[in-house]
């Protein structure tokens, strides 16, 4: 069975290392502060400047100006920090997050990421993805293996190369789907499948995957 997005958010989990900071796109990534491992202290970091984001909010207890990037309220910690976005991005820009965890439409088997506009569909522009894919030390996505098209039909997410507006050239480390998981080589060594979910066939990830790659289960 295809993962769902809770365990896609859990699979990324296992990526955050004791003393990262860590900054969560909008959609899948936001979850994966729900399944943060158990002695592994994050600092969760937002566009909008606030560190050490805490879980989301039960309901009646959500504060309105307490907000991640993604306008989702959030709850803060007794280490939480607020600072102005340009503080923040400045951390984004020089190369002190750790980790970041993005959603996509697209990603290339080079590691090209596409993940913030569709042509002919208005959108308020990049966000801070450009500065993300730009300046973090490793860029972990998280998608559905599929983009599910209107007449019923399924297209391939992971290409040869996408054919969307780049985010950012050569800048994934990590892919995590429903189906599977993939390492890039930033070094031009391609794309490896290290992982599949659980009652997934790689004949079944290999008919839904267009970009080529190596086999490393």
Known sequence: ?????????ARAAKELKDGYYVNLGIGIPTLVSNYIPEGVSVQLQS????L????FPYEGDEDPDLINAGKQTITELPTTSYFSSADSFG????????????????VAQNGDLA???IPGKVVKGMGGAMDLVAGV?????VMEHVAKNKDGS???????????PLTGAGVVDMVIT??????IDENGGGMSLIELAEGVTLEEITSKTEAAFKVAL
Not at 52 to 55: A, D, F, I, Q, T
Not at 154 to 164: P, R, T, V
């Open 91 to 106: 951390m984004i820009r020089g190369g002190h997050i750790d980790l970041s965890i993005l959603g996509a439409m697209q």
């Open 52 to 55: 050490g984001m805490g879980p």
């Open 154 to 164: 399924e297209s391939a997410k992971l290409l040869k190369a996408c054919d969307l």
């Open 178 to 183: 429903d189906l599977g998981v993939f390492t």
């Open 1 to 9: 069975m295809p993962w769902t997005r809770e365990q896609i958010a």
């Open 47 to 50: 566009e909008n400047g606030m």
């Open 137 to 141: 030390k490793k860029v972990v996505v």
């Open 115 to 117: 993940n913030w506009m």
